[in-house]
């Protein structure tokens, strides 16, 4: 149930963030253990961070 939680998150940040990315992109998501205990905040921060590093420090 929680991995289904946090799958559900994800996907829906990662929708608000399509825009970021060069048309044609391929991004895998990838939720490590410790996403089970996080918030849908710290999951939006953990995200926006990890965009950042992959498209060099493209800020939202």
Not at 26 to 33: H, S
């Amino acid at each position: 149930m929680q991995r289904n939680l946090v799958k559900r998150r994800l996907r829906h940040l990662i929708r608000e963030r399509l825009v970021l990315l060069p048309p044609g992109s391929l991004v895998v998501v990838r939720a490590l253990p410790g996403a089970g205990g996080a918030d849908h905040a710290q999951l939006a921060r953990d995200l926006d961070a990890a965009l950042q590093r992959l498209l060099g420090g493209v800020a939202r």
